[in-house]
């Protein structure tokens, strides 16, 4: 059966920040792994994506992700925070495009 | 607009009326999902089509609930006998399936808000 987990549920920085959100899957097949954003009052947006090749993926907006394969991992990073990245973030597993709970940024300035 | 499409964008209604929502996906689009978010909560999994195959409906979902999607392409999410635990955000999704190849990335629509009273 696909599951997401996602560890941090509530993250507050200031901005400059660094950030690392947690992402645990399971999954038996071919792993395609999404990272999600939803801004405020805003649909889901993608922020970037794994399908194979090279484990490390960038995506918009200075995002980048890690696929580990060994720990069942997929974790999102950003080096430095700004404010307009508070949103709420989901991490996902496809075949049928499993969602985790999320995880809540707020950047203060 | 050539994204995905929902219809209403609300829906307020009284408990134990049925409701329908409507989706139309990206036009080439031959995945379709639809997930029910809850305030602070990541998209539910309900289920997803194949062009018009529905190929899983979650094991959470009862009976009351049910979709269709006749021709391939637009799909309906029907809820009878609501109740108010069914106040939720119903959101539909999009994504491209080719065989031997990658999925496309799945595309939201902006969600149809139901309220049960």
């Known amino acids: 059966a696909q599951s997401v987990s996602q560890h941090n549920h509530h993250v507050i920085l200031s901005e400059a920040a660094s950030l690392e959100l947690g992402c645990n899957y399971s999954y038996g097949g071919t792993v395609n792994l999404f990272w999600y954003v939803q801004y405020p009052g805003q649909h889901l947006q993608l922020l970037l994506k794994?399908?194979?090749?090279?484990?490390l993926v960038k995506g918009i907006k200075g995002f980048e992700a890690e696929f580990i394969k060994s720990k069942f991992s997929f974790n999102l990073r950003k080096p430095s925070v700004q404010w307009s990245d508070t949103a709420e973030y989901f991490c996902a597993v496809a075949d049928k495009l499993i969602f985790g709970t999320g995880t809540r940024l707020q950047v203060f300035p | 607009d050539t994204g995905v499409s929902q219809d209403p964008r609300h829906k307020i209604t009284k408990r134990g009326q049925n409701v329908t929502f409507r989706c139309d996906p990206i036009?080439?689009?031959?995945?379709l999902y639809w997930y029910r978010q809850t305030l602070g909560q990541g998209p539910e999994f309900l289920t997803y089509f194949q062009n018009e195959a529905q190929l899983e409906k979650s094991r959470l979902l009862s009976d009351r609930f049910s979709a269709e999607r006749p021709k391939g392409s637009f799909s309906t999410l029907e809820i009878q006998r609501t109740e108010q635990g069914d106040s939720a955000m119903y959101l539909c999704?999009?994504?491209?399936?080719?065989?031997?190849?990658?999925?496309?990335?799945?595309?939201f629509g902006q969600g149809t808000r139901l309220t049960v009273v």
């Open positions: 036009s080439e689009h031959n995945r």
């Open positions: 999704a999009s994504s491209l399936r080719v065989l031997g190849r990658r999925d496309t990335e799945a595309f």
């Open positions: 794994y399908f194979s090749g090279d484990p």
